[in-house]
């Protein structure tokens, strides 16, 4: 009897098996155990033990959790760094994840098997360094992150022509507007572009959130150039949006993208891809910076023969040479600005200012604020402050202004005097010969 039990019980325990190796391992030599147990029996003809009542009440036992066991067989195991790469035609799939295993099932509810890739730098994902999470080490990988999306697209002066791939010089030559459409933070990396686009390559532009763009009915001036931003390149919105575009008679579409091989890089006709590195944590930081250098080719590119000379081209290219060590210096000051921010700690709103260019900028940070610190934020372009939100501003409210020392500068400043005058608390980030200074109320 004592022997028989032992033999139902390893059966039992062992046989709803999962594909772990651990467990797989542990299976084997259980199951040799209870083979092994059984000849035992058998020898001692205490095999009849195994047809009283409750022995078979254990096997029925068995059974159902060798069938779930089964199930559990179905699945795959998925190592940490491992990715599944869906097909279009695959959409639909849902994954089904366990510990250390998954299973796919296709739309028609049948397990089916899909091709895994490997991420390949699988060091740098599953080390934080030194940093205290990844969107840290994240915002400081920047400078190289800027490197790697120049690298091969310019030369010491000028943008390669096939920086966007051979097919782009004759869509480029053609191209007469146009029309981008992202989400979220590369929404705002658009937005900025636009400012470029008509400035600088004299090209119409318009930017539009994926999720209002894919439910419109949308007129697609002639020549128009489609582009999609997006970091992860899965965005369904923005997917969405492409599918939609494609019907809709643009010239072509173009991405610009972080991730290979993504679903809106396998169906654009041109991908530009950052190279800005897997981004881990949920907030964009380098992924936006690498947009913006991104879209600075593309305004380049756009512009030749149009608004864009080349003395400008050339300006323009040894400005993005020298962006990765400005962005290097630049975090160089995050002890000061951890420091100059703490009265910030216990505010429950605040306010980003802005003007030209640095709206979105504006936008952008009161985005981050939001998402990483819960705290309300909005972002307004400064001029337009004195039309309704002036109205919020008291000593409770931080309001955070960018101030280059640009054309706009000094109607910025007069835009922060009527927050100061509302006794805001104003914290400036501003160009040292900006004219700005420390003073009660003002940080800088
Ligand atoms: C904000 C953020 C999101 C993404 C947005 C679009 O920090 O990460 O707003 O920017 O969800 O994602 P992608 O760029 O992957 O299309």
Redesign the pocket.
């Known amino acids: 009897m004592f022997v028989s039990t032992i033999v139902v019980g390893c059966i039992t325990f062992t046989g709803p098996c999962k594909v772990h190796p651990v467990e797989y391992s542990r299976t084997v030599v259980f199951y040799l155990l209870a083979i092994l147990l059984l000849c035992i029996c058998a020898l001692r003809k205490e095999l009849n033990m195994f047809i009283s009542l409750p022995m078979i009440l254990f096997y029925v036992l068995y059974v159902c959790l060798i069938v779930k066991g089964q199930l559990d067989c179905g699945a795959a195991e998925l190592g940490e760094t491992d990715y599944l790469r869906l097909n279009k035609d695959e959409e639909g799939d849902l994954v089904e994840l366990r510990d250390a295993s998954y299973r796919l099932i296709d739309v028609l509810g049948e397990t089916v098997e899909r091709e895994i890739a490997t991420i390949s730098s699988a060091d740098e994902i599953a080390d934080k360094g030194n940093y205290e999470h990844y969107m840290l080490k994240e915002i400081f990988e920047q400078p190289e992150a800027l490197k790697a999306t120049l690298q091969g697209r310019v030369s010491e002066k000028y943008v390669l022509p096939e920086a966007f791939g051979i097919k782009a010089p004759a869509i480029f030559s053609k191209t007469e507007s146009v029309h981008i459409v992202?989400?979220?933070?590369?929404?705002?990396a658009g937005l900025i572009a636009k400012y470029w686009l008509e400035e600088w390559a004299g090209v119409l532009c318009q930017v539009e959130v994926?999720s209002e763009y894919r439910y419109r009915a949308c007129v697609v001036p002639k020549n128009t150039l489609f582009v999609?931003?997006?970091?992860?390149?899965?965005?369904a919105?923005?997917l969405a949006a492409l599918q939609t575009a494609k019907k809709s008679g643009y010239l072509a579409s173009l991405v610009i993208?972080?991730?290979a091989n993504s679903s809106?890089a396998r169906a654009s006709d041109l991908v530009l891809m950052t190279h800005a590195g897997p981004?881990i944590g949920?907030?964009?930081?380098k992924?936006?910076t690498t947009?913006l250098a991104a879209l600075q080719l593309l305004c380049i590119s756009l512009g030749r023969g149009r608004g864009l000379d080349r003395k400008k081209e050339q300006q323009l290219v040894e400005a993005l040479h020298q962006l990765p060590e400005l962005c290097r210096k630049t975090l160089e000051l995050s002890g000061a600005i951890e420091k100059i921010f703490q009265p910030f700690v216990d505010k429950k709103h605040a306010l980003f200012l802005g003007r030209g260019v640095q709206f979105p900028v504006a936008l952008?940070g009161a985005?981050?604020l939001k998402?990483?610190s819960y705290v309300h934020a909005e972002a307004y372009p400064a001029g337009e402050l004195k039309h309704g939100p002036l109205a919020l501003i008291d000593n409770k409210m931080p309001v955070i202004a960018v101030a280059p020392n640009n054309a706009l500068l000094e109607k910025l400043k007069s835009n922060l005097q009527e927050v100061k005058a509302r006794g805001g608390q104003l914290f400036v980030f501003a160009d040292h010969d900006a004219g700005f200074e420390n003073e009660p109320g003002v940080t800088v």
Do not use: M, P
């Open positions: 992202a989400c979220g933070t590369s929404y705002h994926a999609t931003i997006s970091q992860s390149g899965e965005t919105d923005t993208c972080n991730v809106l981004e949920v907030a964009s930081t992924a936006f947009q952008e985005l981050k998402e990483i």
